[in-house]
């Protein structure tokens, strides 16, 4: 029997109800219980795929092709299960598929409404997952009392009253705010959060509350007593220095002995060795290195959300902590003198990203990793970076361009057109709509023998997850090739270039795809771990 888990928010945005969900389903899974995790974001937004990285973060890509929120990415890195396009809806979503069925007539004449055309299509979304797993956890995006959110309470109102007390569980993420003038904690915007949810009929049974300071037991029972829920209830989920330790830090506070008290499920040990060897290694590393990222989007460190938390868990696998020092690429284009930013790092690292903006800084950050000798790594557009830079500087072309950017007389990177997934043919044009239509999700892709990538996995075929529309023009790959430059891993038809390397250099490795998204703690991704140990050796002959 499936029993259901819904998380919820209130007073503020930026709680980390996706880091809680994911926590508690990690909990769960340390008590021997198989979980899934789903978000349920209150945007209009279909997904968040055309959403600019400054407003929401990164978009997660998973295996099937879906753009989703971050949280998912979460989700993935605390449980090891793989999410897919039915674990993450927005209610543009919704309501689009609202639309499309009352067009094709399948409401026979009624008049569409909120309730309960609308909920119930969000009930379904969140029946489908009734038997995939022991529990299933459910994230509502945004923050109680907006607007946004009413049709996703209400519809999980609804839901707890169909399947009953026994199977359903809410649990509030609230914060309790320090008034320094005062020197208290104040519960009172806790108190309001609960009442909101109470309003539209939903009573939390557990609250996490959320602090930066050691809560009094007075202030927990007071939230009891004005909230109406046992003082066991209320946990204290206060801040740490790594993610990592959330798991912990809620076992101790005694959550998930409070879920197994809700459902009366039998007390099972919980097996948390894996989370005290992660952070035995977070917080007592032997070894130290600082990594640059050379980005578009640095101004918000949740635009790169899996690559910051990736590049973390190659510091696990060698024992390392890893500083990440964010450089805005466009500083090298405004400053002559700027590259002396990258003189002290041990390793340089050109993420993914969308447009000019930028791009001739990445293409001097790759130059002086290449001529320094300094580890590097081009993740998709950092790959594309690379590529052009290599035209440019070893084969003497000096126009080498993507058409990203606008027409070019040397299209070292050009819009793909078609491409293959599965058995079927894909096809675009530049007139394609934006949303939607990348080539996204797991591709297949081949590894040269005897490459650093292919010693790396430890393999010679692999799949990895991409997102891009945008290719490496593979008639430029016999001149890189004469001047040093290896295509190391091809898509299956040899048509599209996955990999490229140079053999010659300490580490230099440029990916199309995006493998930061199947990184984690506890099965850290294989390249990021070697271009880590890389580093690490850089550093020691510093």
């Not at 499309?100 to 055309?117: C, F, K, N």
């Not at 079927?424 to 892709?445: F, H, V, W």
């Not at 230099?508 to 099965?523: C, I, M, N, T």
Request: glycine share 10%; with cysteine.
């Amino acid at each position: 029997m499936t029993r259901y888990i819904f998380i919820t928010g209130g007073v503020v945005s930026s709680l980390g109800k996706g880091l809680a969900a994911s926590a508690i389903g990690a909990l769960l899974q340390a008590r021997g219980y198989s979980v899934r995790l789903a978000k349920m974001d209150p945007y209009l937004n279909v997904d968040p795929g055309t959403m600019s990285p400054f407003q929401h973060g990164e978009v997660f890509v998973t295996d099937d092709g879906a753009e989703t929120d971050l949280d998912l990415g979460h989700y993935e890195r605390f449980t090891g299960r793989s999410a897919n396009k039915n674990d993450s809806i927005s209610a543009g979503r919704i309501f689009l598929n609202v639309l499309q069925r009352e067009r094709r007539g399948d409401y026979l004449g009624a008049t569409i409404q909120v309730i309960p055309h609308v909920t119930d299509e969000i009930k379904t979304f969140i029946r489908e997952k009734d038997g995939s797993a022991d529990f299933v956890l459910v994230e509502i995006g945004g923050t109680v009392g907006d607007i946004e959110s009413l049709p996703f309470l209400e519809a999980i109102r609804q839901f707890g009253n169909e399947v009953g007390e026994e199977r359903a569980l809410f649990i509030h993420v609230t914060l309790l705010p320090y008034i320094g003038a005062a020197g208290e904690l104040k519960t009172k915007p806790t108190q309001h959060s609960v009442k909101e949810l109470l309003s539209v009929g939903i009573r939390p049974r557990i609250l996490l509350c959320r602090a930066d300071r050691e809560i009094p037991a007075d202030e927990c029972r007071k939230i009891a007593l004005f909230c109406n829920v046992a003082p066991e209830d209320v946990i204290p989920a206060l801040d740490v220095k790594s993610i990592y330790e959330v798991p912990l830090s809620y076992s101790r506070e005694g959550l998930d002995t409070r879920i197994m008290h809700y459902f009366k499920l039998p007390e099972k040990k919980a097996d948390l060795g894996r989370w005290e060897g992660i952070l035995q290694r977070v917080y007592h590393p032997e070894s130290h290195v600082k990594i640059a990222i050379v980005g578009k989007y640095t101004e918000l460190a949740d635009s790169y959300k899996s690559l910051n938390e990736a590049l973390i868990h190659g510091g696990i696998a060698n024992n390392a902590s890893v500083e990440l020092k964010f450089i805005e690429s466009e500083v090298f284009e405004k400053e002559s003198d700027a590259i002396h930013q990258l003189q002290d790092v041990n390793g340089i690292l050109v993420p993914g990203g969308f447009g000019v903006r930028g791009t001739e800084g990445m293409i001097k950050a790759v130059e002086f990793a290449r001529e320094r000798k300094i580890p590097f790594y081009g993740i998709c557009f950092g790959m594309q970076m690379a590529v052009i830079e290599g035209v440019r500087n070893l084969c003497g072309i000096k126009d080498a361009n993507s058409t990203e950017f606008g027409p070019c007389k040397e299209p070292v990177v050009g819009l793909m057109t078609e491409w293959v997934k599965g058995n079927e043919k894909e096809s675009r044009d530049a007139n394609t709509d934006l949303g939607g239509t990348m080539r996204l999700g797991a591709y297949i892709a081949h590894l040269k023998k005897g490459s650093r990538v292919a010693q790396a996995y430890g393999a010679t075929e692999i799949s990895e997850r991409h997102r891009h529309r945008y290719e490496v023009n593979t008639a430029y790959k016999d001149r890189l090739e004469a001047k040093g430059m290896v295509f190391s891993g091809m898509s299956p038809d040899g048509r599209l270039p996955e990999i490229v390397e140079y053999p010659d250099h300490p580490w230099f490795v440029g990916v199309q795809y995006h493998p930061e998204l199947k990184s984690k703690p506890f099965d850290p991704h294989p390249l990021f771990v070697s271009f880590i140990k890389a580093a690490l050796d850089q550093s020691r002959l510093v």
